[in-house]
T-cell receptor, first 109, second 118 residues
Framework: GIQVEQSPPDLILQEGANSTLRCNFS?????LQWFHQNPWGQLINLFY???GTKQNGRLSATTVATERYSLLYISSSQTTDSGVYFC???????????FGTGTQLKVEL | DTGVSQNPRHKITKRGQNVTFRCDPI?????LYWYRQTLGQGPEFLTY????????KSRLLSDRFSAERPKGSFSTLEIQRTEQGDSAMYLC????????????????FGEGSRLTVL
């Protein structure tokens, strides 16, 4: 099956800093999603982005499908951005997502 | 439109007991997925339904696990004879999928059911 790798595994930022999270995947994808997992465990949808670029407030994402990677940009980070960010991708039928191991982000004052 | 709802949110049980989790998907979503997440890992796919049909099961889904979606709406995941290794967060997701690509198939997750087996 498809392999999904995320980097960096851990990231500590000062409030107001910018960051880039990377997701590499091993095959062509028909679905790619970015999630933020809150402290209670719920996965919050950030982007559905199998290709192209999207922006939502301070967050934006780009997927270059031909080169099999996706990037999540966080600008002007806030303490509420802390948590685990997951990239997940699927290929073929079923649309079942394979998750990476996540990036643990901590934003400090 | 409410999101994906899961019950119970937390379950503590003794080894050997049976447990059942329920998932109510977003209304009119025809696909429903179950995932399991252990500490420090990403969620892992267990099984999925399209309407009432169970279309795929992961090798992670041992014989002690059974999932149903009898009327194509809510789903249950039952674990029989629980073991300590079953302790995890069980996540349910739903999506709307039609042939021809009218929908994206984006998955939306519930808050999860956390199982602790003593």
């Amino acid at each position: 099956g498809i392999q999904v790798e995320q980097s960096p595994p851990d990231l500590i930022l000062q409030e107001g800093a910018n960051s880039t999270l990377r997701c590499n995947f091993s095959d062509s994808v028909n679905n790619l999603q970015w999630f933020h997992q809150n402290p209670w465990g719920q996965l919050i949808n950030l982007f559905y982005i199998p290709s192209g670029t999207k922006q939502n407030g301070r967050l934006s994402a780009t997927t270059v499908a031909t080169e099999r990677y996706s990037l999540l940009y966080i600008s002007s980070s806030q303490t509420t951005d802390s948590g685990v960010y997951f990239c997940a991708a699927s290929t073929g039928g079923g649309n079942k997502l394979t998750f990476g191991t996540g990036t643990q982000l901590k934003v400090e004052l | 439109d409410t999101g994906v709802s899961q019950n119970p949110r937390h379950k503590i049980t003794k080894r050997g007991q049976n447990v059942t989790f329920r998932c109510d998907p977003i209304s009119e979503h025809n696909r429903l997925y179950w995932y399991r997440q252990t500490l420090g890992q990403g969620p892992e796919f267990l099984t999925y339904f399209q309407n009432e049909a169970q279309l795929e099961k992961s090798r992670l889904l041992s014989d002690r696990f059974s999932a149903e979606r009898p009327k194509g709406s809510f789903s249950t995941l039952e674990i029989q004879r629980t073991e300590q290794g079953d302790s995890a967060m069980y996540l349910c997701a739903s999506s709307s999928w039609t042939s021809g690509g009218a929908n994206t198939g984006e998955l939306f997750f519930g808050e999860g059911s956390r199982l602790t087996v003593l």
